[in-house]
């Protein structure tokens, strides 16, 4: 059986190339400010910098074209915890599991790194979305932007092991 070639492969990177970078904050505006219709989006910020960018790369295309993206930072509250932001897919894009690998790419980074609960303010249209990823709510649905939000968390699974784990009698 010949396996299906890749139609995309998805990076984490902490220093995305320029090209790619352009093409990060131009999805932002797109899809953020355009779609949506958020006004004064920030499409880029100082946690650009400290963050690692997990972005879905079409190698098919004339240029390597970026299809989807999502970031995450560290360090969250000044605690052992993680901030998913900026989750994104191309909109002729969608519903082909690429916002799906560009999570799971986030999520790897968080449970390498033992942080112990991953953040983030999902809208509630994707609440499912995130769900699907091991996120549960917390706390009230909000609105932000005149879009309804709700606080979402992940904590880092427990190892199923039993080397470590104690025993009483
Ligand atoms: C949310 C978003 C990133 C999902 O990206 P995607 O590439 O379409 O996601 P996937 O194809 O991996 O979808 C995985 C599953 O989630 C479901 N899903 C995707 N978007 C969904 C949504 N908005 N609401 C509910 N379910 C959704 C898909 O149907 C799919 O389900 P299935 O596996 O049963 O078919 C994309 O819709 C998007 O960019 N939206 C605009 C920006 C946005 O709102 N980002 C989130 C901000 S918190």
Redesign the pocket.
């Known amino acids: 059986m010949t396996a299906a070639l890749p139609l995309y492969r998805i990076v984490a990177t902490s220093s995305p190339e320029d090209a790619l970078w352009e093409q990060v904050v131009a999805l932002r505006l797109q899809?953020f400010a355009g779609?949506q219709g958020i006004a004064d989006v920030q499409a880029s910020d100082a946690d650009d910098l400290t963050g690692v960018h997990a972005l879905a790369i079409d190698d098919d295309a004339e240029v390597p074209t970026l299809i989807?993206a999502g970031r995450i930072t560290f360090r969250h509250r000044g605690r052992n915890e993680a901030l998913i932001a900026w989750?994104?897919?191309d909109p002729g894009?969608?519903?082909?599991?690429?916002?799906?690998g560009v999570m799971q790419a986030l999520i790897a980074e968080a449970d390498a790194r033992g942080i112990e609960e991953t953040l983030?303010?999902?809208?509630a249209?994707?609440t499912?979305?995130y769900r699907?990823l091991g996120f549960s709510p917390i706390g009230r649905p909000y609105e932000s932007s005149g879009i309804p939000h709700q606080w979402m968390s992940r904590p880092l699974p427990r190892r199923r092991g039993l080397l470590g784990r104690v025993f009483s009698s």
């Open positions: 899809v779609e989807g989750v994104v897919t894009r969608r519903k082909q599991g690429v916002g799906t983030l303010a999902a809208q249209h994707a499912d979305f699907a």
